[in-house]
Protein backbone atom coordinates (compact mmCIF):
# COMPACT_ATOMS: atom_id res chain seq x y z
CA UNK A 1 0.00 0.00 0.00
CA UNK A 2 3.10 2.65 1.19
CA UNK A 3 4.79 1.63 -2.53
CA UNK A 4 1.13 2.60 -4.31
CA UNK A 5 1.37 5.63 -2.54
CA UNK A 6 4.66 6.37 -2.99
CA UNK A 7 4.02 5.55 -7.04
CA UNK A 8 1.28 8.14 -7.04
CA UNK A 9 2.90 10.39 -5.37
CA UNK A 10 5.82 10.15 -7.98
CA UNK A 11 3.27 10.18 -10.63
CA UNK A 12 1.70 13.29 -9.53
CA UNK A 13 5.18 14.86 -9.22
CA UNK A 14 6.21 14.24 -12.76
CA UNK A 15 3.01 15.27 -13.90
CA UNK A 16 3.25 18.71 -12.13
CA UNK A 17 7.08 19.73 -13.28
CA UNK A 18 6.20 18.64 -16.85
CA UNK A 19 3.34 21.54 -16.82
CA UNK A 20 5.45 23.71 -15.19
CA UNK A 21 8.02 22.50 -17.87
CA UNK A 22 5.22 23.88 -20.58
CA UNK A 23 4.83 27.31 -20.91
CA UNK A 24 2.46 27.31 -23.75
CA UNK A 25 -0.13 25.46 -25.06
CA UNK A 26 1.37 25.31 -28.16
CA UNK A 27 3.83 26.64 -30.99
CA UNK A 28 2.75 27.87 -34.82
CA UNK A 29 6.12 27.45 -37.03
CA UNK A 30 5.61 29.27 -40.36
CA UNK A 31 8.92 29.88 -42.53
CA UNK A 32 11.72 28.47 -44.56
CA UNK A 33 14.38 26.41 -44.80
CA UNK A 34 15.80 27.45 -41.42
CA UNK A 35 13.19 26.26 -39.87
CA UNK A 36 11.70 23.59 -41.93
CA UNK A 37 11.47 20.29 -39.92
CA UNK A 38 10.48 17.83 -42.58
CA UNK A 39 7.58 18.86 -44.76
CA UNK A 40 9.61 19.38 -48.02
CA UNK A 41 10.33 15.53 -47.68
CA UNK A 42 6.78 15.31 -48.58
CA UNK A 43 6.34 17.66 -51.60
CA UNK A 44 7.22 14.82 -54.37
CA UNK A 45 8.58 17.70 -56.97
CA UNK A 46 10.34 19.39 -54.97
CA UNK A 47 14.15 19.60 -55.33
CA UNK A 48 14.71 21.34 -52.37
CA UNK A 49 14.96 18.90 -49.69
CA UNK A 50 17.27 18.19 -46.76
CA UNK A 51 16.31 14.33 -46.98
CA UNK A 52 20.16 12.69 -48.42
CA UNK A 53 23.69 12.76 -46.25
CA UNK A 54 25.09 14.83 -44.75
CA UNK A 55 22.56 16.72 -43.55
CA UNK A 56 21.18 15.61 -40.08
CA UNK A 57 24.91 13.95 -39.31
CA UNK A 58 24.11 15.03 -35.80
CA UNK A 59 21.00 14.68 -35.51
CA UNK A 60 19.72 12.19 -32.45
CA UNK A 61 19.38 9.67 -35.08
CA UNK A 62 22.67 11.37 -37.26
CA UNK A 63 20.64 10.40 -40.48
CA UNK A 64 18.60 12.97 -42.59
CA UNK A 65 15.60 14.23 -41.90
CA UNK A 66 14.47 17.51 -43.75
CA UNK A 67 16.16 19.97 -41.54
CA UNK A 68 18.85 21.93 -43.88
CA UNK A 69 21.58 21.92 -41.37
CA UNK A 70 24.10 19.22 -39.38
CA UNK A 71 21.52 18.80 -36.59
CA UNK A 72 18.60 20.53 -34.61
CA UNK A 73 17.63 24.00 -36.03
CA UNK A 74 16.08 26.94 -34.54
CA UNK A 75 12.56 25.35 -34.30
CA UNK A 76 13.39 22.46 -32.39
CA UNK A 77 15.65 24.95 -30.08
CA UNK A 78 13.05 27.43 -29.29
CA UNK A 79 10.47 24.19 -28.94
CA UNK A 80 12.56 22.75 -26.37
CA UNK A 81 12.74 26.43 -24.30
CA UNK A 82 8.95 26.61 -24.39
CA UNK A 83 8.59 23.10 -23.16
CA UNK A 84 7.09 21.47 -25.99
CA UNK A 85 7.82 18.88 -28.79
CA UNK A 86 9.14 20.25 -31.92
CA UNK A 87 6.07 21.34 -34.13
CA UNK A 88 5.58 18.15 -36.78
CA UNK A 89 5.19 18.67 -40.20
CA UNK A 90 2.25 19.27 -41.40
CA UNK A 91 2.44 17.11 -44.32
CA UNK A 92 3.73 14.23 -42.04
CA UNK A 93 0.06 14.20 -39.90
CA UNK A 94 -2.38 14.49 -42.98
CA UNK A 95 -0.76 12.02 -45.03
CA UNK A 96 -2.43 8.55 -45.82
CA UNK A 97 -0.69 6.38 -42.91
CA UNK A 98 -1.42 9.18 -40.64
CA UNK A 99 -4.71 10.98 -41.29
CA UNK A 100 -6.79 9.26 -38.90
CA UNK A 101 -4.32 9.80 -35.96
CA UNK A 102 -3.89 13.88 -36.28
CA UNK A 103 -3.43 15.93 -33.42
CA UNK A 104 -2.16 19.56 -33.81
CA UNK A 105 -3.37 20.74 -30.02
CA UNK A 106 0.45 21.27 -28.86
CA UNK A 107 1.05 22.43 -32.53
CA UNK A 108 2.48 21.79 -36.17
CA UNK A 109 4.78 23.23 -38.58
CA UNK A 110 4.26 24.87 -42.17
CA UNK A 111 7.72 25.95 -42.68
CA UNK A 112 9.20 24.70 -46.26
CA UNK A 113 12.70 25.43 -47.72
CA UNK A 114 12.42 27.75 -50.39
CA UNK A 115 9.16 29.57 -49.30
CA UNK A 116 8.51 33.09 -50.02
CA UNK A 117 6.41 35.84 -49.12
CA UNK A 118 5.87 36.74 -52.49
CA UNK A 119 5.43 33.39 -53.88
CA UNK A 120 4.06 34.44 -56.97
CA UNK A 121 7.81 35.61 -57.57
CA UNK A 122 9.25 31.80 -57.38
CA UNK A 123 9.20 30.49 -61.15
CA UNK A 124 9.76 26.72 -59.15
CA UNK A 125 6.33 26.98 -57.52
CA UNK A 126 5.96 23.44 -57.02
CA UNK A 127 8.96 22.76 -55.04
CA UNK A 128 8.13 24.85 -52.13
CA UNK A 129 4.94 25.46 -49.52
CA UNK A 130 5.02 29.68 -49.86
CA UNK A 131 2.84 31.98 -47.19
CA UNK A 132 0.01 32.02 -48.62
CA UNK A 133 -0.41 27.93 -48.81
CA UNK A 134 0.99 28.12 -45.43
CA UNK A 135 -1.52 29.87 -43.84
CA UNK A 136 -4.43 28.19 -45.88
CA UNK A 137 -3.14 24.82 -43.85
CA UNK A 138 -3.25 26.64 -40.52
CA UNK A 139 -6.91 27.32 -41.75
CA UNK A 140 -7.51 23.92 -41.17
CA UNK A 141 -5.73 23.20 -38.16
CA UNK A 142 -8.05 26.06 -36.92
CA UNK A 143 -11.29 23.87 -37.78
CA UNK A 144 -9.87 21.15 -36.13
CA UNK A 145 -8.63 23.11 -33.14
CA UNK A 146 -11.92 24.48 -32.47
CA UNK A 147 -14.17 21.03 -33.12
CA UNK A 148 -12.10 19.49 -30.71
CA UNK A 149 -12.16 22.55 -27.96
CA UNK A 150 -14.96 24.23 -29.08
CA UNK A 151 -15.13 28.07 -29.14
CA UNK A 152 -14.18 29.12 -25.85
CA UNK A 153 -11.32 26.67 -25.34
CA UNK A 154 -9.39 26.90 -28.62
CA UNK A 155 -9.83 30.64 -28.50
CA UNK A 156 -7.65 30.74 -25.48
CA UNK A 157 -5.71 28.16 -26.49
CA UNK A 158 -4.54 30.02 -29.88
CA UNK A 159 -4.17 33.67 -27.57
CA UNK A 160 -1.87 31.59 -25.19
CA UNK A 161 -0.10 29.68 -28.20
CA UNK A 162 3.30 30.92 -29.84
CA UNK A 163 3.38 31.95 -33.52
CA UNK A 164 6.55 31.63 -34.72
CA UNK A 165 7.47 33.54 -38.29
CA UNK A 166 10.82 33.22 -40.15
CA UNK A 167 10.70 33.92 -43.64
CA UNK A 168 11.59 36.82 -46.23
CA UNK A 169 15.09 35.41 -46.84
CA UNK A 170 14.32 33.66 -50.51
CA UNK A 171 12.36 36.62 -51.40
CA UNK A 172 15.45 38.82 -51.43
CA UNK A 173 17.91 36.18 -53.12
CA UNK A 174 14.90 35.72 -55.45
CA UNK A 175 15.32 39.11 -56.41
CA UNK A 176 18.50 39.32 -57.06
CA UNK A 177 18.86 36.08 -58.80
CA UNK A 178 16.02 37.03 -61.73
CA UNK A 179 16.79 39.38 -63.89
CA UNK A 180 12.97 39.41 -64.85
CA UNK A 181 12.09 40.57 -61.33
CA UNK A 182 14.70 43.39 -61.24
CA UNK A 183 13.52 45.10 -64.40
CA UNK A 184 9.98 44.55 -62.76
CA UNK A 185 10.39 46.75 -59.90
CA UNK A 186 12.52 48.42 -57.98
CA UNK A 187 14.55 46.81 -54.63
CA UNK A 188 12.48 49.39 -52.71
CA UNK A 189 8.93 48.71 -54.60
CA UNK A 190 9.94 44.49 -53.75
CA UNK A 191 11.04 45.29 -49.73
CA UNK A 192 7.87 47.47 -49.21
CA UNK A 193 5.81 44.41 -51.12
CA UNK A 194 7.30 42.45 -48.74
CA UNK A 195 6.63 43.79 -45.75
CA UNK A 196 2.99 44.59 -46.79
CA UNK A 197 2.15 41.07 -47.55
CA UNK A 198 3.51 40.04 -44.27
CA UNK A 199 1.54 42.61 -42.34
CA UNK A 200 -1.71 40.88 -44.30
CA UNK A 201 -0.75 37.84 -43.32
CA UNK A 202 -0.20 38.70 -39.65
CA UNK A 203 -4.02 40.64 -39.34
CA UNK A 204 -5.52 36.95 -40.90
CA UNK A 205 -3.69 35.01 -37.99
CA UNK A 206 -4.82 37.59 -35.79
CA UNK A 207 -8.37 36.84 -37.17
CA UNK A 208 -7.87 33.86 -36.01
CA UNK A 209 -7.00 34.43 -32.47
CA UNK A 210 -3.05 34.35 -32.73
CA UNK A 211 -2.15 37.07 -29.99
CA UNK A 212 1.80 36.25 -29.37
CA UNK A 213 4.34 36.47 -32.46
CA UNK A 214 8.03 35.83 -33.17
CA UNK A 215 8.76 37.60 -36.01
CA UNK A 216 12.36 36.89 -36.56
CA UNK A 217 14.18 39.72 -39.11
CA UNK A 218 16.50 38.45 -42.47
CA UNK A 219 20.18 37.89 -41.68
CA UNK A 220 22.78 39.26 -43.85
CA UNK A 221 22.46 37.19 -46.30
CA UNK A 222 25.35 38.71 -48.73
CA UNK A 223 27.65 37.05 -46.23
CA UNK A 224 26.59 33.43 -46.50
CA UNK A 225 29.51 31.28 -48.61
CA UNK A 226 27.18 30.91 -51.37
CA UNK A 227 26.81 35.11 -52.04
CA UNK A 228 30.77 35.42 -50.59
CA UNK A 229 32.08 33.46 -53.39
CA UNK A 230 30.26 35.23 -56.20
CA UNK A 231 32.11 38.81 -54.89
CA UNK A 232 35.82 39.87 -55.48
CA UNK A 233 37.81 38.31 -52.80
CA UNK A 234 35.06 36.30 -51.47
CA UNK A 235 33.48 39.75 -49.26
CA UNK A 236 30.05 39.73 -48.35
CA UNK A 237 27.55 41.02 -51.04
CA UNK A 238 27.02 44.37 -49.81
CA UNK A 239 23.82 44.92 -52.15
CA UNK A 240 22.23 42.06 -50.95
CA UNK A 241 22.75 42.79 -47.53
CA UNK A 242 21.59 46.94 -47.79
CA UNK A 243 18.21 45.65 -48.95
CA UNK A 244 18.07 42.52 -46.11
CA UNK A 245 18.75 45.67 -43.59
CA UNK A 246 16.34 47.47 -45.22
CA UNK A 247 13.40 45.28 -45.36
CA UNK A 248 13.71 44.34 -41.49
CA UNK A 249 13.37 48.36 -40.82
CA UNK A 250 10.08 48.12 -43.05
CA UNK A 251 9.36 44.89 -40.81
CA UNK A 252 10.13 46.92 -38.08
CA UNK A 253 8.05 49.71 -38.22
CA UNK A 254 5.41 47.58 -39.66
CA UNK A 255 4.96 45.39 -35.89
CA UNK A 256 4.44 49.09 -34.57
CA UNK A 257 1.85 50.11 -36.44
CA UNK A 258 0.38 46.91 -36.30
CA UNK A 259 0.92 46.86 -32.05
CA UNK A 260 -1.05 50.25 -32.36
CA UNK A 261 -3.72 49.21 -34.51
CA UNK A 262 -4.27 45.51 -32.70
CA UNK A 263 -3.95 46.86 -29.14
CA UNK A 264 -4.17 42.83 -27.46
CA UNK A 265 -1.34 41.71 -30.05
CA UNK A 266 2.27 40.95 -28.37
CA UNK A 267 5.57 40.35 -30.61
CA UNK A 268 9.20 39.60 -30.25
CA UNK A 269 11.49 40.76 -32.58
CA UNK A 270 14.62 39.17 -33.25
CA UNK A 271 17.64 41.27 -35.09
CA UNK A 272 19.05 38.47 -36.85
CA UNK A 273 21.09 40.77 -38.96
CA UNK A 274 23.23 42.06 -36.08
CA UNK A 275 23.61 39.25 -34.45
CA UNK A 276 24.78 37.26 -37.82
CA UNK A 277 26.91 40.15 -38.15
CA UNK A 278 28.28 39.93 -35.08
CA UNK A 279 29.59 36.08 -35.60
CA UNK A 280 31.22 36.78 -38.45
CA UNK A 281 33.36 39.99 -36.66
CA UNK A 282 34.03 38.66 -33.47
CA UNK A 283 33.67 34.86 -34.05
CA UNK A 284 35.96 33.83 -31.31
CA UNK A 285 33.22 35.60 -28.70
CA UNK A 286 30.51 33.03 -29.96
CA UNK A 287 33.26 29.78 -30.34
CA UNK A 288 33.54 29.81 -34.19
CA UNK A 289 36.81 29.79 -36.00
CA UNK A 290 35.12 29.88 -39.95
CA UNK A 291 33.31 32.76 -40.92
CA UNK A 292 33.59 32.33 -44.73
CA UNK A 293 33.44 28.76 -45.77
CA UNK A 294 30.45 26.39 -45.55
CA UNK A 295 31.27 23.16 -43.64
CA UNK A 296 30.18 20.98 -46.09
CA UNK A 297 30.18 21.13 -50.05
CA UNK A 298 33.12 21.14 -52.79
CA UNK A 299 34.75 24.20 -54.34
CA UNK A 300 35.06 27.63 -53.28
CA UNK A 301 34.59 28.56 -49.80
CA UNK A 302 32.72 24.41 -49.74
CA UNK A 303 29.83 26.22 -51.44
CA UNK A 304 29.78 25.65 -55.07
CA UNK A 305 27.15 23.17 -54.51
CA UNK A 306 24.93 21.92 -51.90
CA UNK A 307 25.67 19.42 -48.87
CA UNK A 308 24.91 16.45 -51.65
CA UNK A 309 26.45 13.07 -50.95
CA UNK A 310 29.44 13.36 -53.06
CA UNK A 311 30.36 16.81 -50.48
CA UNK A 312 32.86 16.75 -48.32
CA UNK A 313 32.14 17.77 -45.03
CA UNK A 314 34.24 19.09 -41.69
CA UNK A 315 34.59 17.48 -38.67
CA UNK A 316 35.15 20.27 -36.51
CA UNK A 317 31.19 21.64 -37.37
CA UNK A 318 30.48 23.57 -34.55
CA UNK A 319 33.42 25.95 -35.56
CA UNK A 320 31.67 26.88 -38.71
CA UNK A 321 29.00 29.41 -38.78
CA UNK A 322 27.19 27.54 -42.30
CA UNK A 323 27.10 23.96 -42.29
CA UNK A 324 26.52 24.24 -46.26
CA UNK A 325 26.56 27.52 -48.68
CA UNK A 326 23.27 29.52 -47.20
CA UNK A 327 22.69 27.56 -43.85
CA UNK A 328 23.55 27.67 -40.47
CA UNK A 329 25.27 24.92 -38.20
CA UNK A 330 23.10 23.44 -35.40
CA UNK A 331 25.84 25.48 -33.41
CA UNK A 332 24.84 28.74 -34.63
CA UNK A 333 21.29 28.29 -34.95
CA UNK A 334 21.54 27.63 -30.62
CA UNK A 335 23.16 30.81 -29.95
CA UNK A 336 20.67 32.22 -32.68
CA UNK A 337 17.83 31.03 -30.25
CA UNK A 338 19.84 31.73 -26.87
CA UNK A 339 18.90 35.30 -27.52
CA UNK A 340 15.38 35.05 -28.98
CA UNK A 341 14.27 33.02 -25.38
CA UNK A 342 16.82 35.15 -23.19
CA UNK A 343 18.14 38.08 -25.18
CA UNK A 344 18.46 41.79 -24.18
CA UNK A 345 16.64 44.55 -25.83
CA UNK A 346 19.32 44.91 -28.12
CA UNK A 347 18.84 42.09 -30.37
CA UNK A 348 14.84 41.18 -29.18
CA UNK A 349 12.50 43.13 -28.58
CA UNK A 350 10.54 44.90 -27.11
CA UNK A 351 10.74 41.62 -25.81
CA UNK A 352 11.98 38.56 -25.49
CA UNK A 353 10.44 35.32 -25.99
CA UNK A 354 10.53 34.29 -22.37
CA UNK A 355 8.57 37.58 -21.64
CA UNK A 356 6.19 36.94 -24.29
CA UNK A 357 4.83 33.72 -23.09
CA UNK A 358 4.64 35.20 -19.36
CA UNK A 359 2.38 38.05 -20.71
Known sequence: MTFKIFLVTFFIFIAFNLSEAQKVPAMFVFGDSLVDVGNNNHLHLSLAKADIPHYGLDFPTNKPNG???NGMNAADFLAEKVGLPTSPPYLSLVNESNKNNVSFLTGVSFASGGARILDDT??????????????DYFSTVYEDVYKQLGSSDAEKHFSKSIFAIVIGNNDILGYFRSS??????????YVDSMVVTLKDKLKHLYSFG?????????GTIGCCPGRRRETKNEECNEEMNYWSFKYNEGLISMLQELKSDLKDIHYSYFDTYTVLLDFIQRPAVYGFVEVKAACCGLGALNSDIFCLPIAAYCSNRSDHIFFDRVHPTEAAHRIFVDHIFDGSLQYTFPMNVRQLVAV
Open 67 to 69: RFT
Open 180 to 189: DLRNKTTPRQ
Open 210 to 218: ARKFVIIGI
Open 122 to 135: DPYVFQSIHLTQQM
